[in-house]
């Protein structure tokens, strides 16, 4: 805990003007930038493993609360209304810090399980992100276990190159505990901007390797945004 606070504290010293990048467009690790107000994200995911042969497609959309510090959003599993057994997730996110490339947004989950609708647990994500130089970023995620499942636990990290402005090779690790069973995701991929007046459309790809029980299964990762004022 120490060595985080002695984080948060240094990275806000050094000021310097970075030039412009793809904000809040990651696939698994989760960036720290809350949406600008009058600005909404719609967010479509999807992830397949060749090894189990199962598609996990993902809706989130984010909407800032009055001004840029505040956001709420939600995240749909498509298959929500199916009988598959998964978790609608209804986020609130604090803009605590962004300064000099430094910023932090801890989010509060509720999830709603999809079989009677009710309550099933709480989440809390820590995000921080930073920006060391114009061709370089990383962030950090600390998911802490909810209420229910004590020993569910998700850390991560991803380092990201910014070749220009609108195309960024990106590089993520994901450490889950989930119950009794231990999973590292390493998932490697790339993504890229198309910038319009009022539009911008994010498009990237992630090869993940899903390494669980000591066998390794690979994967595939498509993401697409569109971000565009209100």
């Not at 600390?142 to 070749?163: Q, T, V």
Request: no cysteine; hydrophobic share 40%.
């Amino acid at each position: 805990m120490k060595a985080i606070l002695f984080f948060l504290f240094t990275a806000q010293i050094y000021s310097q003007d970075f030039s412009k990048a793809i904000e809040d467009n990651s696939f698994f690790i989760e960036e720290a930038y809350n949406q600008e107000e009058g600005i909404i994200q719609h967010i479509f995911t999807s992830s397949y493993n060749f090894s189990s042969k199962t598609v996990e497609p993902i809706f989130t959309q984010e909407w800032p609360m009055f001004t840029q510090k505040h956001q709420f959003s939600y995240t749909l599993p498509m298959n929500y209304f199916s009988k598959n057994e998964t978790e609608l997730l209804l986020n609130y996110r604090y803009q605590l810090i962004n300064k000099n490339g430094f910023a932090v947004s801890p989010r509060l989950s509720v999830a709603i399980e999809n079989k009677n609708y009710n309550f099933s647990g709480m989440k809390f994500n820590l995000p921080i992100s930073k920006r060391w130089s114009n061709d370089f970023i990383s962030h950090f995620n600390f998911e802490l276990p909810d209420l229910k499942n004590n020993n569910d636990l998700n850390l991560g990290m991803s380092g990201i190159y910014l070749l220009n402005e609108n195309f960024n090779l990106m590089s993520e690790l994901l450490y889950s505990k989930i119950e009794n069973s231990n999973e590292i995701i390493f998932n490697p991929g790339f993504r890229h901007a198309l910038n319009f007046d009022n539009l911008q459309i994010v498009s990237g790809v992630g090869f993940p390797l899903f390494i669980n029980s000591n066998k390794i299964e690979k994967g595939i990762f498509l993401y697409l945004s569109f971000e565009h004022g209100i």
